[in-house]
């Protein structure tokens, strides 16, 4: 066998496309986008690597066997590109019938393999073996389009109707045009009908892979990290000048076959020279252009931007909050200006009614009591103050909110258990009265837990030793627990269960221990309780 | 004996306002908590409408009234909310509720809700 020069475009897109497959695979391998976007590579690689090795070799059997390889993983691009778009648009129903696709293929596997309805054998042209078919083929090839058709349309529709959030739209727009450039690659059904063209689809392939990198280069498609996106790039500009080093070759090697004869000493000169003066000069040059084009340079720049990456999407999601918490604000301020417009209302009337100018004082003086309270915490929430950053003890900061709050603990019948050891000494960097309020917060929401029949808040500082020191604080009550459905939005703006707060408590919380540099979880076990647990950098301990 | 109306609102001041336009009217069972209010809707025969806020703590006042619906279909309820969108107002008509009302109110639209929609 002796690579041909018809191989290289099919081997080179099939290597392509594998590779930007694998890349996505292992950049996140738990998500499902990316473990079906994988498929479809592979499928697109069997193909072309099958039919490139048709190409080269003179095996009619081998031919044969590869040919029918090729062909089927044609069938199952159909299938995975369904099923990724389906996951893509959050289809679910489709993603089903995708799903069940995949079977039917698989029982078509044998029919094709067994019978000659669908694969006869093979022509020879030019170029090399290729498919031929039978009477039945023509099925395939009307539901491998329908298929196509059905995912672009898929895709289409979500644009179109705006059916997901701009930046992920954005993405589809991509998508949607690669996907639509590889349906091109139909072209290559026409040389099984013994119509004499060189099968060029894998160009349209080509251009997906490339549409799709650019993607994920701009765009965070499938969320693959920056760094590992330097790499992409670098692996598709050395498959493209691979290419174009191939083809030269395989071209020089032709011309000194008919000019000089077969001489390998001057060939392997020419290669070598090649080598040297051509590809790997070429191949920094385009490096460095692209480095300029996307990062500027340097790894310390790169290391900037996958911070300003992650800055950015912090800011998105602080955005998404307060558009929250100003939607909660609106709806929650409707209640004390009802009360307050009803018995304005009504004091014309009654201003005589004793028992109505009690009620009028009582009702409009807590009400506004609460639109002042809800405008106070809202700016809370919207304007952190700068933090005023100082050494502290937490074991103080802990011991003076627990004094705060000691009526509180005596009143709802809640015992105290310290699970550390008070005279240790751990100093954390922090704001010691935003620290405060946030610790203040959750000892709140213990209380508030427990204040029907009491129980016990137990409060332990730990230190987790990773990279660097981590102070872990939990902070456990043995109130009732949180529902399983209510405990992603604890920490929602204005999510609250209950009468008498606002639902910010523990968004502010969350905002000043985030401030920090820290995070916050929770545990929670219906009829045991519930646990919070503040991570933060430890500054020195005693 | 004219038939009772039910107001479930969590806001205390919601409440008071309420029963300050409707008492001189209407018999009234008021409670903050849906649970309740639905144990009302089943065991009290005598309800005759139901005024529903549409946000409360724990609860979302469409599921509660879809619940009210499974209990008694022919109940009217009027769905009590902070501000107007148009996909709740559309799944609270969806649902069965009688009317729509946004905070804050006047006396004369709850009153006239009141009369018109009374079962
Ligand atoms: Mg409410």
């Known amino acids: 066998m002796h690579i041909t020069i018809y191989s290289i475009l099919p081997l080179t897109t099939s290597i392509v496309s594998i590779s930007l497959g694998l890349l996505v695979l292992l950049n996140n391998i738990k998500a499902e986008i990316n473990r079906v976007f994988f498929l479809s590579s592979l499928a697109v690689f069997l193909w072309l690597f099958c039919y490139s090795i048709c190409y080269s070799t003179d095996n009619e059997k081998l031919a044969n066997i590869l040919l029918w390889i090729g062909c089927s993983a044609v069938l199952f691009i159909s299938v995975t590109y369904y099923h990724f778009t389906s996951v893509l648009c959050y289809k679910k129903k489709e993603k089903k019938f995708a799903l069940s696709l995949y079977y039917v293929v698989l029982l078509y596997l044998p029919f094709s393999f067994f019978t000659k309805y669908f694969h006869t054998g093979l022509y020879k042209y030019y170029f090399g073996y290729y498919s031929r078919v039978g009477p039945f083929y023509i099925y395939v090839i009307i539901i491998f389009m329908s298929i196509i058709s059905r995912s672009l349309l898929q895709l289409f529709s979500t644009i179109k109707l705006k059916l997901l959030p701009a930046n992920q739209l954005k993405q589809i727009k991509y998508i949607f045009l690669a996907y639509f450039i590889s349906f091109f690659a139909s072209i290559d059904f026409l040389p099984k009908y013994h119509v004499n063209i060189y099968p060029f689809g894998a160009v349209f392939f080509l251009f997906w892979s490339i549409i799709i990198s650019y993607a994920i280069l701009k765009h965070q498609l499938l969320d693959v990290n920056i760094v590992i996106r330097k790499g992409l790039i670098y692996s598709l500009l050395i498959a493209t000048l691979t290419i174009a080093y191939l083809t030269l070759i395989i071209t020089i090697e032709k011309l000194f076959q008919n000019f000089l004869g077969y001489q390998s000493f001057i060939i392997s000169l020419v290669y070598a020279t090649i080598i040297a003066v051509f590809f790997i000069p070429i191949k920094n040059k385009i490096q460095h252009i692209i480095d300029k084009a996307f990062y500027k340079g340097s790894t310390e720049e790169i290391a900037q931007e996958n911070l300003f990456l992650r800055k950015e999407i912090a800011d998105k999601e602080r955005l998404k909050a307060i558009a929250t918490l100003a939607s909660g604000l609106a709806h929650e301020i409707k209640n004390p200006l009802t009360a307050v417009k009803t018995f304005t209302e009504y004091l014309p009337s009654k201003k005589n009614d004793p028992q109505f100018l009690d009620k009028f004082a009582r009702i409009v003086n807590n009400e506004v009591g609460r639109i002042d309270n809800l405008v106070n915490q809202l700016l809370d929430f919207a304007k952190p103050a700068p933090l005023n950053l100082k050494d502290t003890v937490v074991e103080y900061l802990i011991e003076d909110t627990i004094a705060f709050l000691n009526n509180d603990f005596i009143k709802h019948n809640i015992s105290i258990v310290k699970q550390y050891n008070p005279n240790e000494q751990h100093l954390l960097k922090i704001d010691q009265n935003q620290f405060k309020q946030a610790l203040l917060n959750l000892f709140l929401n213990a209380i508030e837990a427990m204040s029907d029949d009491g129980g016990e808040l137990i409060i332990g500082i730990a230190v987790k030793t990773t990279a660097s020191d981590i102070l872990c604080i939990s902070i456990q009550d043995t109130g009732p627990g949180i529902a399983h459905e209510d405990i992603k939005h604890i920490f929602d703006p204005f999510f609250s269960k209950k009468d008498t707060g606002t639902g910010l408590g523990l968004a502010i919380t969350q905002g000043i221990i985030q401030e920090h540099g820290g995070k916050i979880s929770v545990e929670t076990q219906i009829g045991v309780g519930t646990k919070f647990k503040v991570e933060l950098p430890l500054y020195s301990r005693s | ?119």
């Open chain 2, 1 to 119: 004996m004219s038939k009772k109306v039910l107001i479930i609102d969590d806001v205390e001041g919601v409440r008071e306002s309420l029963k300050l336009i409707l008492s001189d009217y209407y018999n009234l069972i008021i409670t903050e908590d849906a649970g309740q209010g639905l144990n009302c809707v089943e065991n009290d025969q005598d309800i005759g409408l139901v005024l529903l806020d549409i946000k409360m703590p724990g609860y979302n006042g469409l599921e509660v009234l879809q619940k009210i619906k499974n209990v008694s279909p022919e109940l009217p309820v009027i769905i009590v909310t902070g501000y107007k969108s148009v996909e709740t107002a559309t799944e609270a008509v969806r649902l069965g509720a009688s009317g729509y009302i946004v905070k804050p109110f006047k006396a004369e639209e709850i009153l006239d809700v009141v009369k018109k929609k009374m079962k």
